[in-house]
């Protein structure tokens, strides 16, 4: 399973296009598992609270490495959409910690900090004041992908 964040919404030609240039094997279905598996990405469009107000759930079910594969599509998406876009980084981040992340703007890739962003940490279980103190992913310098 992987996530790829958007700051503008996602018209669903521009998903399918993407998936079809980086996993031309996959068959690209919009919403929740069904009996049909076999080589399928599902994807699920949820609303975020953060600068990244879109927020693509795919679960990969056709193979490859899904890190790899979220990378190659939210810079797709980004370019595409000409907006910005954040995916897992923890392949690219200086510790093994989880909360790295890959903000593309445009094409060009930063290493971002999500700890404590609303984009991570939003929950509906947080109180007002929780929730006040959340802020947007930090980013730390400019990565060559």
């Not at 068959?27 to 076999?38: P, T």
């Given at each position: 399973?992987?996530?790829?964040?958007?700051?503008?919404?996602?018209?669903?030609?521009?998903?399918?296009?993407?998936?079809?240039?980086?996993?031309p094997?996959?068959?690209?279905?919009?919403?929740?598992?069904?009996?049909?598996?076999?080589?399928?990405?599902?994807v699920?469009?949820?609303?975020?609270?953060?600068?990244?107000?879109?927020?693509?759930?795919?679960?990969?079910?056709?193979?490859?490495?899904?890190?790899?594969?979220?990378?190659?599509?939210?810079?797709?998406?980004?370019?595409?959409?000409?907006?910005?876009?954040?995916?897992?980084?923890?392949?690219?981040?200086?510790?093994?910690?989880?909360?790295?992340?890959?903000?593309?703007?445009?094409?060009?890739?930063?290493?971002?900090?999500?700890?404590?962003?609303?984009?991570?940490?939003?929950?509906?279980?947080?109180?007002?004041?929780?929730?006040?103190?959340?802020?947007?992913?930090?980013i730390?310098?400019r990565?060559?992908?």
């Open positions: 399973m992987f996530y790829i964040g958007l700051s503008a919404q996602p018209h669903p030609d521009a998903v399918a296009a993407a998936f079809a240039a980086h996993a094997q996959a068959r690209l279905r919009w919403g929740e598992f069904d009996d049909d598996c076999a080589g399928v990405v599902f699920q469009l949820h609303r975020n609270a953060s600068e990244f107000p879109f927020a693509l759930h795919a679960t990969n079910l056709a193979g490859g490495d899904d890190y790899e594969l979220g990378l190659a599509i939210a810079r797709t998406l980004s370019l595409a959409l000409d907006c910005r876009s954040v995916c897992d980084g923890t392949r690219h981040g200086p510790t093994q910690a989880p909360g790295w992340c890959v903000v593309w703007d445009r094409g060009q890739a930063y290493l971002g900090d999500d700890y404590h962003s609303r984009f991570y940490d939003d929950s509906p279980d947080l109180s007002a004041d929780e929730r006040a103190q959340l802020g947007p992913i930090r730390l310098h990565l060559e992908l």
